[in-house]
C-alpha cells in the first residue's frame, strides 16, 4: 500500500495574534513557545516535574517517567488526588468563595432561562464530600467501577469528582446513548452501580434517564444499586432495595470527606469510544498524569486567567467534557460555565443570548455546531453582544476554512484568536494546538505540537515524510495523559496503536505539514479515498465544497469504481434560500476541480437535508458509503442520532 496522500487544498490566510493578547497571555512569542517547547522534548522529565509540581501531592514521585514501549508510567511511586487538586487545593489557595461552576438549565420562557445555578469552590466541595460519603454508604469501594448516565447538570461533575476522591474509576455514558448502549458498557467495565436522573431536559423536550436504565438492566443483573437524581419530575419506577433518591442518599451525610490518596498509575476513569471493529473500546486513564497533562493544556491552550469565564459546550459525556469541562478547568481554578440543553432551543440564538448574559470570555465548541449556526444564518448572532469573548476554541474534527472564517469574523469579531485543538479519546489532553498567545494561526490547521508532543508524518516504516506529503500521524514519545490501555481487552490496545508503524503510536489519522511545519488533518486513513491513484482526504473534499456559497454542510466517501478503483460521492446539504438543480451540481463539481483538481470531481452528488450522524455529531460515513453504493443500509446504526435521515438519503437525488 502506498503511504503517500495527495494533498492539494491550499490555505494562504495566516491570522496573528494582537499584541494586546501575547502581552497578557501566559506565553508571548513564538520564540518563547519554541524556547518552551524544545527543553520539554529535550528534557521531557525535568519539563513535566516542573508542571506537576504546581499541583499537590501526598507523596512526590520516585521516577517521573518510566517507559517500556507502549506501557508508560508516570510520576512512578507518587500519590496524589485529582478532586482534592480540583478543590481542596483551591480553596487552600483562596479560591473558596470564588465561582466554580455556573449553571444554565435549558427551560426557557418569556426571554430568560428558568434556571441559573452557582457554585463556589467551597460550595463545591461540600456537594462532592456528602455525595462521596453517600456512595461510600451504598458500598462503593475504592477500585469499583460507578456508572454515571446524566444530564448535563452541575450534579454530573458532582459525581465524577465525588468518584475520584474515594477512589472508584467512573464510566460516564453520554445521555443519548440508548439502552443497549448502557447494557454493553455496564457489563464490559463489571459495575455494580449507576447514578442516573429521572430524566434531563433537551430540545424543548425531556429525555427519559432513568426508563433507559431500567431498560438496560433488564439484560443484566450486576447492578446492586442505582442512585436517581430527581430533575424533571417525570415519574420513573423505583425498584425496591435496588433503587435510592439522590436526596435521600445525600441525606444526613456529612460533608467532610478525606480524598484517598490514590496512586498514580491507579484507574481514574473508564471511557467508551467506537472503534473501527464495531465493539466499544474502554478506554482507561489513569491518575497522575492525565491530571498533569490535562491541567497544564487547559492553562496554555486556553491561556486560563484570573477573571475568565470559561465555556466548553462539550457533553460530560465525551473525553472533551471529562478533560476540559471538569477536571483541566477546574484544576485551573477558573469559572466553568455548565449549559444543560441543545444549541438550539429554543432557536439558534441561545448561545449567543448565554455568552452575552454570563460573559463568557472563552469559548469552546465544534465544527458541526459551527457549521449548524452558518447555515441558520447571522440573524440569530446579529442580536447579542459577543465582546466578552477573547479565545475561542475548535475540537472533534478538522475545521473546514470557511467555518473556520465565519468563525473568526461574526463570532470572534476578528479580534479572538482561535484554537484549533486536535487530540483524541485516547490522548486524554490537546496534542497538537496553537498556544494563542504565540501561534500565527492558518484557518483549517491544529498548527504545532503542545508541549512535550512528538508529532510527525510519517509512512508505514515509520520514515518521516517532507512538507505537504500526506502520510500517517504519530507520535513518537509517551506523554503524561496517555491512554494506559483497553479495560478488559489489553491485547488490543498493542494491536491497535501500536503496530501499524514500528515503535511509534498511530493515531487512525493522516495528515500533512506545510512548510511551516504545520499539521493539516485530513481525516481518519480509513476516510482516505484513492481515485485514480490519488489518496484523497475527504476532508479536504468536503471544505472544497463548503467553500461554496450555496453549502452548509457536505460529506463525501469513497465508492468502488471500475475505472479509478475508487469515486466519490459527495453528500451536499445546502443553506437555506438555495435550491438543488443541475446547474449547481455542475458548478460544485467544477469547485472541486478547481479547488483540489479534475480528477477528484465526484461521480455522485446528492443533495440532501441531513447527514447521518452519531450523537456527537461524528458524520457515520459508512452510512454514507452504503447509501451511496446503492445497496441499502446494511450495517450497525445503533449509535445513529436521527433515523429518519437514512430513509430519506436513500431517497435523495443522485447524480
Ligand atoms: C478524532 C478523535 C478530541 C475530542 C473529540 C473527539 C478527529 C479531533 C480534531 C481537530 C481535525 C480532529 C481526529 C481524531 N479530530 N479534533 N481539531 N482537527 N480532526 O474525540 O472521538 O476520540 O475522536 O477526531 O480524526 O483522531 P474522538
Not at 118 to 135: G, I, P, S
Not at 347 to 361: A, C, L, P, Y
Amino acid at each position: 500500500m502506498s503511504d503517500s496522500i495527495t494533498s492539494s487544498l491550499q490555505e494562504h490566510r495566516v491570522f496573528q495574534p494582537s499584541p494586546e493578547f501575547s502581552r497578557r497571555s501566559h506565553v508571548k512569542s513564538m520564540d518563547h513557545y519554541r524556547s518552551l517547547w524544545t527543553r520539554s522534548i529535550d528534557d521531557p522529565e525535568s519539563f513535566w516535574a516542573e508542571a506537576a509540581r504546581e499541583l499537590h501531592w501526598f507523596k512526590t514521585w520516585d521516577k517521573v517517567l518510566d517507559w517500556n514501549e507502549p506501557y508508560a508510567k508516570w510520576f512512578v511511586g507518587a500519590k496524589t488526588n485529582l478532586a482534592y487538586n480540583c478543590l481542596d487545593r483551591q480553596i487552600d489557595a483562596g479560591r473558596g468563595n470564588s465561582t466554580a461552576i455556573i449553571f444554565e438549565g435549558e427551560p426557557y420562557a418569556d426571554g430568560k432561562p428558568l434556571e441559573i445555578r452557582k457554585l463556589t469552590y467551597r460550595q463545591l466541595r461540600d456537594e462532592v464530600c456528602q455525595f462521596a460519603n453517600a456512595l461510600k454508604s451504598i458500598g462503593v469501594k475504592k477500585g469499583d467501577r460507578v456508572t454515571i448516565y446524566l444530564p448535563m447538570t452541575p450534579e454530573a461533575v458532582v459525581t465524577m469528582l465525588a468518584c475520584a476522591r474515594i477512589g472508584a474509576a467512573h464510566s460516564v455514558i453520554f445521555g443519548g446513548f440508548s439502552s443497549q448502549a448502557i447494557t454493553d458498557r455496564v457489563i464490559d467495565a463489571q459495575s455494580h452501580f449507576i447514578i442516573t436522573a429521572d430524566g434531563g431536559y433537551r430540545r424543548g423536550t425531556t429525555v427519559a434517564l432513568k426508563k433507559s436504565v431500567d431498560e438496560a438492566l433488564k439484560a443484566t443483573d450486576l447492578v446492586k444499586k442505582v442512585i436517581v437524581l430527581k430533575r424533571t419530575g417525570e415519574s420513573v419506577n423505583m425498584t425496591p432495595g435496588r433503587d435510592v433518591w439522590w436526596h435521600d442518599a445525600i441525606a444526613g451525610q456529612s460533608n467532610d470527606c478525606p480524598a484517598e490518596p490514590m496512586d498514580a498509575e491507579d484507574l481514574l476513569f473508564v471511557l467508551y469510544t467506537s472503534g473501527s471493529t464495531g465493539k466499544p473500546k474502554g478506554i482507561q486513564h489513569t491518575t497522575a498524569g492525565y491530571m498533569v497533562g490535562t491541567y497544564l493544556s487547559t492553562k496554555y491552550t486556553f491561556d486560563i486567567q484570573p477573571n475568565d469565564i470559561y465555556w466548553c459546550t462539550a457533553d460530560i459525556g465525551w473525553i472533551t467534557g471529562h478533560s476540559y469541562v471538569v477536571y483541566g478547568a477546574l484544576n485551573n481554578g477558573t469559572a466553568v460555565f455548565m449549559y444543560e440543553g441543545a444549541p438550539n432551543y429554543p432557536d439558534f440564538s441561545r448561545f449567543w443570548d448565554i455568552i452575552e448574559r454570563h460573559k463568557i470570555t472563552i469559548f469552546y465548541t465544534a465544527p458541526t455546531a459551527i457549521r449548524a449556526f452558518m447555515k441558520a444564518g447571522l440573524d440569530y448572532v446579529k442580536k447579542h453582544n459577543l465582546s466578552s469573548l477573547r479565545l475561542m476554541g475548535s475540537v472533534g474534527e478538522p475545521i473546514n476554512p470557511e467555518a473556520w472564517m465565519w468563525y473568526h469574523e461574526h463570532i470572534g469579531s476578528s479580534r479572538c484568536p482561535i484554537v484549533d485543538t486536535w487530540w483524541q479519546t485516547e490522548t486524554g489532553m490537546h496534542m497538537i494546538t496553537p498556544i494563542p498567545g504565540a501561534t500565527p494561526t492558518k484557518p483549517g490547521t491544529a498548527t504545532l505540537p503542545f508541549f512535550g508532543v512528538d508529532a510527525a508524518i510519517v509512512d508505514r516504516n515509520g520514515n518521516e515524510l517532507g512538507p505537504n506529503e500526506g502520510g500517517l500521524l504519530v507520535i513518537r514519545k509517551p506523554w503524561p495523559a496517555m491512554l494506559r490501555g483497553i479495560f478488559n481487552d489489553p491485547d488490543r490496545y498493542k494491536k491497535q496503536y501500536w503496530s501499524d508503524v514500528p515503535g511509534m503510536y498511530f493515531t487512525g489519522d493522516g495528515a500533512r505539514r506545510d512548510h511551516d511545519g504545520y499539521f493539516w488533518i485530513m481525516g481518519r486513513v480509513d476516510d482516505v479515498v484513492n481515485v485514480s491513484g490519488h489518496r484523497l482526504g475527504t476532508a479536504e473534499l468536503e471544505s472544497a465544497l463548503v467553500a461554496h456559497p450555496a453549502v452548509a454542510e457536505s460529506a463525501v466517501v469513497g465508492i468502488p469504481h471500475e475505472m479509478k478503483g475508487q469515486g466519490l460521492a459527495a453528500f451536499v446539504i445546502l443553506k437555506s434560500g438555495y435550491s438543488a438543480s443541475d446547474a449547481l451540481k455542475k458548478e460544485l463539481s467544477d469547485q472541486i476541480a478547481r479547488e483540489i483538481g479534475s480528477f477528484a470531481r465526484p461521480d455522485q452528488i446528492r443533495f440532501a437535508e441531513g447527514l447521518p450522524k452519531t450523537r456527537s455529531g461524528k458524520i457515520m460515513r459508512r452510512l454514507l458509503k452504503e447509501v451511496a453504493g446503492g445497496g441499502g443500509v446494511k450495517g450497525d446504526v445503533t449509535t445513529l442520532e436521527d433515523f429518519n435521515v437514512i430513509a430519506k438519503l436513500s431517497a435523495s437525488d443522485e447524480g
